[in-house]
């Protein structure tokens, strides 16, 4: 059972890491173009260069963290992996126990 919750926690981080970095890509290609399309100019008397510095600061801070966010999911893939081998190992080691059971004697009675 173990097993089974470890490889659908493991896969279900392989998932959000790949649709993580593809929003990434997405975003990121979405908001070049953007940061392209911004006037270089003062046109009509409005100064631009305020805006566009505010969100190019913005959209470096959010890169930083979509980065961080994806370098945490894949150390986390990482260590998962790492414990997966290493639970292995003590598995072949460690001899099974046997599972004691109570009697009713110790059973809770409301």
């Given amino acids: 059972m173990r097993q089974i919750t470890k490889e659908f926690r493991t896969q279900a981080m392989t998932l959000y890491v790949q649709s993580l970095t593809r929003e990434h890509e ?39 963290r979509l980065n961080l966010e994806a370098e945490q999911s894949i150390y986390f893939l990482v260590e998962q992996r790492v414990e997966d081998e290493i639970n292995k190992q003590q598995e072949e080691l460690i001899a099974p126990t046997l599972i004691r059971s109570l009697c009713e004697e110790f059973l809770l009675q409301p």
């Fill in 26 to 64: 997405l975003l990121s290609k979405e908001i070049e173009h953007i940061i392209d399309g911004f006037p270089q100019d003062n046109d009509e008397g409005f100064d631009a260069e305020p805006g566009f510095v505010a969100f190019k600061h913005y959209h470096n801070l959010r890169t930083k």
